[in-house]
C-alpha cells in the first residue's frame, strides 16, 4: 500500500493558540503542527501565523512560575471533572486520580469532591483556558493523558467521560486532529 518514492508528507494542525513570537518580540498566533508520511509521525513543529517563522516545540514552555500555579490548579479541576463526569464518584477513579496527582507533586484532597463539583464543573473551561497560556504542549498533553487514565480506571470509558476530554482538550487549544491522536494513542496502550 504504501508509496514511498511518490508520497509526499503531510501536516496536521494539531494545536493553536497565542504565544510571544522570538523573532517578531509580540503576541502572535501558532499552529502546532504535526508531520506525517505513511501515518508514521515524523515530528512537529510551531509555526508562527504572523511571520510565518518556524520554531521547535519547546518555544511554547514559559519560563516563568504561574506555570507552577496553573498546572496545579488544572490538574485537580480536570481530575476532578473527570471523575464527576458520569454523574458517579467512584473508588477506582478517585485511586487513580490521587496517584497521577501524587506523581506531579500537586496537593489536593480529592476528598472535597462532593462539595467542590458543582464548582468544578463551572469552571473548568475558564481554568483551562487561563492555564493553557502558561503551559507547555508537554504539559496539556500529560492532563489529557491523564483525564484518559482516570476514565479508563474504571474500565469503562463512557461518552460523558470522552466528551469532557474532547471539550477540555479542545479549551487547551488542540484541534480536533489533536485530540484524535491522543485517543489514539490511549487506545494502543491500554492495549499493551
Ligand atoms: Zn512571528
Known amino acids: 500500500m504504501s508509496d514511498v518514492g511518490g508520497a509526499a508528507a503531510q501536516e496536521h494542525v494539531v494545536a493553536r493558540g497565542e504565544f510571544a513570537c522570538p523573532v517578531e518580540k509580540r503576541d502572535a498566533s501558532y499552529v502546532v503542527k504535526h508531520i506525517v508520511l505513511d501515518d508514521e509521525e515524523l515530528g512537529e513543529f510551531v509555526l508562527c501565523r504572523s511571520c510565518g517563522s518556524e520554531f521547535p516545540p519547546r518555544v ?8 507552577q500555579t496553573s498546572l496545579h490548579e488544572a490538574f485537580s479541576l480536570l481530575f476532578s471533572a473527570m471523575i464527576i463526569a458520569d454523574g ?11 496517584k497521577l496527582l501524587a506523581r506531579h507533586d500537586v496537593d489536593y484532597d480529592m476528598d472535597v469532591l462532593n462539595s467542590d463539583s458543582q464548582r468544578v464543573l463551572g469552571d473548568l473551561a475558564d481554568v483551562l483556558r487561563e492555564a493553557s ?3 507547555s504542549l508537554a504539559h496539556r498533553r500529560l492532563l489529557l493523558e ?9 474500565n469503562e ?3 460523558e467521560e470522552r ?4 471539550n477540555a482538550g479542545r479549551h487547551m487549544g488542540f484541534t480536533r486532529t489533536g485530540i484524535g491522536e491522543l485517543f489514539d494513542e490511549a487506545a494502543h496502550s491500554a492495549v499493551a
Open 157 to 159: 470509558f463512557r461518552i
Open 146 to 154: 491523564g483525564a484518559m487514565l482516570i476514565a479508563n480506571a474504571d
Open 88 to 98: 458517579l464518584i467512584k473508588e477506582p477513579e478517585m485511586a487513580m486520580a490521587r
Open 60 to 67: 511554547l514552555n514559559p519560563e516563568d512560575h504561574p506555570q
Open 133 to 135: 497560556r502558561h503551559l
Open 163 to 166: 466528551d469532557l476530554i474532547a
